[in-house]
Structures are given as structure tokens and as C-alpha cells.
């Protein structure tokens, strides 16, 4: 059998593992959200085509080609962004041919080669499309056309293996977005040196290169496809790594004092499942690691609102304190019951321990806004944001956007490992529905709140915005109780999906 037939063979096995998962038919019904995204995103593409063309035709100091190579710094770094929010990295189907006579890296090369067939490396074509038929087709001629189109691909795919390195790597250690951080300081340096130095030299910098690549010259080809080859083979050597590190693992076990939290014994199953929360964070390396970086990022917006006018105008300030507010929910508690997965036969046994643990998930969440709070006062204190309006995010978040989190309980019946990242038994989840859930609680909100802005002041705006939330924590325990019920009508169904995806 060569290489070709064991990779067919393997893209067969993976495509009936997605059809044979429980998860199946939640996901077709996910895949429609997942369309529709996609339709408004390359509606939104096509826009910037026409747009980028008029500006591009009014003009006579530079080409069209050179144009879009100018900006294709920038267009990388926010596909590289999207990756993040919105592709998961599959699990690798290894268990199942660990002991077979196949070649070690076979499931990584199949792995690797998948990525490169994403049609996500192909959505930006809604824009690159329109842009040359407009713009480079009938200037200068198809080849040219062809060329510029070729370069673009071969440049996301080299970003689709960027993405998928960096991806891996920072799962690893968090630290590693210090390394990403430095090539894209490197990438975007021409905007930085020299006594010209500005954006517009950053563009005439790679307008080169796309000068280049559009004429056909084969020394950009092979540049491109050198890059790609070097990161497919940098790829493959770091992913079979970490593979065979989670297959074997090879753990070092450390002991030491176990920290007690006897003071939650006094709230009793309760704080049991309190202190289960925080052991959670403190020993799994998934969460914990979800949790470290969650943290940062609201670091990262708190200075940016508090030191920059980049996010001065009402909206954004609106829309990034309701990101920062919510964060966590959106990060750990939209995947509901996943983790719980790995062991939910043992909650399932005792009778009503699964109201408790929403209960106790509740208050812990709640009171984790805290941190969210804490971190954002330098922006009252530069005065970009009122206390008022932290309050009222914070209390607007621990109840109506925990209510809608919560739901997720109801739906979500993918166990997510507490610890490996980069194997497991299948590739399918629940994402679709919870990048929805995460899209509502992003925009609704904030769109609310502008109209409401624009009849009243801001104070009372955010005034109604707190009581709001108020109303949603007095009520917790019925619309708690309410997701309880509707989950254990399906608790077969979801115990199901749990243990086939462990």
C-alpha cells in the first residue's frame, strides 16, 4: 500500500467517524448557523472588493496587484485572528493505528494534508475574485490574473499552517504568543524602520512581492512554496511530538500539601462542588490554560481602552466591557457540562447532584466577575468608562448572559478532555451553536444598549442595565431549575454522546 491509497484510506476512516458520532445530526442542524455566517462574511467580502476596485481604478500611482499585495499583511493577520475564533484544531485519530504496521507520521501527514483542503483557506476569495475581475483581468490580461490568484492561495495556505503551528504550540505554553508576537513584529517592521517609515512604505515593501508573484516570476513561486514546505515541515515534527507525549503520558507527578478550602464545608454539597470548580482550574491543564488566557486578554483591552483613543467611540468602549464581562462564560461555561463528561456517570447516580452543580457553577462564575471588575477600573480612572457602567456590565452579565450560557447544559453532550489536546476519539463538537450563543451575547447587548443610549442618558441607561441583570440573579434558582428539568428529559440522549466522545 503506498502512501497515496493509506491516505485515502484514513480521510475514509475519518469522514465515518464524524458520520457514526452522536453528534452528527446536532451539527447539520449547527452547519446551517455555521452557512449562514459564512454567506454574510463573504457578502461583507465582496463589498470590500468593490470597494478596494474604485479606489484602485481612481488611481494612477500603483497597480491593482501591487495594491492588494500591499495590504495582504493585514488581510493575513486578521485571517489569522478568524482562525482562532472560529476553527477549531481537530483531534488526531492516532489510538486506532498506534499498533498497526503503518508509518509513524501517516495520521499527522493526513492531518497536515486536511488543513492544506480546508475551504476555509478559500473564503477570502470572495474578495480576491471580484477585486481581479474588476480591477486586473482586462488591465492586464489572464495570465497575470492567474498569478496574482495562485500567489494568493499559496499565501493562505501558508497561513493556514501558521495558524495551525502557533495554535499547537500555545496549547502547549502560553508563553509562545511572545513568539507569534515577534513575527508579526518582523512581518509589519517596515513600518517602523527608516527615516520614511510608515505605512504606506510597509505597503510599497510587499507591493513588491506582489509585483513579482503577478508576473509570473518563479523565484516568489518558489520562495512561497519553500515557506510552506518549511512550516508543513516544522509542523509535522512538533505535532507527531506532542502526540506521542499525550499517548505515552509521561507525566512527571509532583507531591505537595493539597490545599483543603475548609471554609466552603459550611455551604455543604455546595461548596463541595465549589471546591471542585477551583481544583478544575488549578489542576487540569485545559481550563486552566482557558482560564490563564482569558485573563490576559482582558488585561490587554482593559489597557487598550484605558491608554489609546483606538476604542474611544461609545460603541466599542459598550462592546469590548461586555467582552471583557463576559470572557470566561464565553470561554469556559458556553462548553457546559463538557468537561463534567469525563465523569458524569458518577453525577448521575445521586439524585438532584446535577441542580447543585449548576448551582455551585453559578456562584463560582459570579463571583469570578470580580476579576473582570478589578481589571477594568484603570479605565475609570483615565475616565474612559464610569463605575457605574462596570457595575451594571458585571451584574448584567451574572444574569442575563449566565442564563443564556446555561442553556448550553441543555445541548451540549461532547466531553472536551481536561487535559490532552491534541488526540481523541473524534473530531465533531457542538461549536456551531455555541458560537451563536457567544455572537448574541457579543452584539445583542451592545445594540440594546445604543438604542437605549439614544433615548436616555447614560446613566440611565446603565441604571436599567443593572437592575436587568438583578432580575435575572433574583431569579436564578427557577430558570436554573427550569435548564435542569430539560436536560434530564434528555439525559440518555446526552450520556450517549458523552461516553462515545471520551
Given amino acids: 500500500m503506498n502512501r497515496y491509497q493509506l491516505y485515502k484510506i484514513l480521510k475514509q476512516h475519518l469522514r465515518l467517524s464524524d458520520k457514526r458520532s452522536p453528534l452528527w445530526e446536532r451539527n447539520k442542524t449547527g452547519k446551517v448557523l455555521g452557512w449562514v455566517l459564512a454567506g454574510i462574511a463573504i457578502l461583507y467580502l465582496m463589498f470590500f472588493a468593490v470597494m478596494f476596485s474604485l479606489i484602485v481604478n481612481d488611481s494612477s500611482r500603483i497597480t491593482a496587484y501591487e495594491f492588494m499585495y500591499g495590504i495582504l499583511?493585514?488581510?493575513?493577520?486578521?485571517?489569522?485572528?478568524?482562525?482562532?475564533?472560529?476553527?477549531q484544531t481537530p483531534s488526531q485519530l492516532v489510538k486506532p493505528y498506534v499498533l498497526l504496521p503503518v508509518s509513524k507520521y501517516a495520521c499527522i501527514d493526513c492531518f497536515l494534508a486536511n488543513s492544506i483542503q480546508s475551504s476555509y483557506n478559500?473564503?477570502?476569495?470572495?474578495?480576491?475574485?471580484?477585486?481581479?475581475?474588476?480591477?486586473?483581468?482586462?488591465?492586464?490580461?489572464?495570465m497575470v490574473t492567474l498569478c496574482f490568484l495562485l500567489g494568493l492561495y499559496l499565501f493562505m495556505i501558508a497561513n493556514s499552517q501558521w495558524y495551525m503551528l502557533v495554535r499547537s504550540l500555545v496549547n502547549t505554553h502560553i508563553a509562545w504568543w511572545i513568539f507569534a508576537l515577534a513575527v508579526y513584529a518582523l512581518i509589519f517592521s517596515p513600518a517602523f524602520i527608516g527615516k520614511d517609515a510608515d505605512i504606506v512604505q510597509l505597503c510599497d515593501f510587499y507591493a513588491v512581492i506582489g509585483k513579482g508573484v503577478s508576473m509570473g516570476n518563479p523565484i516568489y513561486f518558489i520562495g512561497i512554496i519553500a515557506l510552506i514546505l518549511l512550516l508543513l515541515f516544522v509542523n509535522r515534527k512538533i505535532q507527531y511530538k506532542l502526540v506521542w507525549q499525550e499517548?505515552?503520558?509521561?507525566?512527571?507527578?509532583?507531591?505537595?500539601?493539597?490545599i483543603r478550602f475548609s471554609f466552603l464545608d459550611r455551604m455543604g454539597e455546595v461548596g463541595e462542588f465549589l471546591k471542585l470548580e477551583v481544583k478544575s482550574i488549578i489542576r487540569n491543564k485545559n481550563i486552566k490554560k482557558t482560564f490563564v488566557s482569558g485573563t490576559v486578554i482582558i488585561i490587554v483591552f482593559s489597557l487598550l481602552l484605558s491608554f489609546t483613543d483606538v476604542y474611544d467611540s461609545v460603541y466599542m468602549k459598550n462592546f469590548w466591557c461586555v467582552?471583557?464581562?463576559?470572557?470566561?462564560g464565553a470561554m469556559i461555561l458556553v462548553k457546559l457540562m463538557c468537561y463534567e463528561g469525563n465523569y458524569i456517570d458518577g453525577l448521575m447516580v445521586h439524585k438532584e447532584k446535577i441542580l447543585t452543580?449548576?448551582?455551585?457553577k453559578y456562584y463560582f462564575y459570579s463571583a469570578l466577575l470580580i476579576f473582570p471588575l478589578l481589571l477594568m477600573l484603570p479605565t475609570v480612572f483615565t475616565g474612559k468608562c464610569s463605575l457605574l457602567m462596570l457595575v451594571a456590565f458585571a451584574f448584567f452579565t451574572a444574569g442575563f448572559e449566565y442564563f443564556l450560557f446555561f442553556q448550553m447544559a441543555v445541548y451540549n453532550k461532547q466531553t472536551m478532555p481536561l487535559n490532552?489536546?491534541?488526540?481523541?476519539k473524534g473530531t465533531m463538537e457542538n461549536s456551531y451553536l455555541q458560537i451563536g450563543i457567544q455572537m448574541i451575547i457579543f452584539i445583542a447587548p451592545v445594540a440594546v444598549?445604543?438604542?437605549?443610549?439614544s433615548l436616555f442618558s447614560d446613566t440611565v441607561t446603565y441604571s436599567i442595565?443593572?437592575?436587568?441583570?438583578?432580575?435575572?440573579?433574583?431569579?436564578?434558582k427557577v430558570w436554573m431549575k427550569n435548564i435542569y428539568n430539560r436536560m434530564m428529559r434528555r439525559r440518555y440522549e446526552n450520556m450517549e454522546g458523552f461516553r462515545a466522545s471520551r
Fill in 122 to 142: 478559500l473564503i477570502w476569495f470572495a474578495m480576491f475574485i471580484p477585486f481581479a475581475i474588476m480591477s486586473v483581468v482586462f488591465s492586464e490580461g489572464i
Fill in 465 to 476: 442595565i443593572l437592575l436587568f441583570g438583578m432580575a435575572f440573579i433574583a431569579l436564578h
Fill in 73 to 87: 499583511p493585514f488581510i493575513l493577520t486578521i485571517d489569522f485572528l478568524f482562525r482562532f475564533a472560529f476553527q
Fill in 420 to 424: 490532552t489536546k491534541f488526540i481523541g
Fill in 323 to 328: 467582552y471583557c464581562f463576559a470572557l470566561y
Fill in 357 to 360: 452543580l449548576f448551582t455551585a
Fill in 247 to 258: 499517548l505515552g503520558k509521561d507525566e512527571t507527578q509532583t507531591t505537595g500539601n493539597t
Fill in 449 to 453: 444598549i445604543v438604542i437605549l443610549q
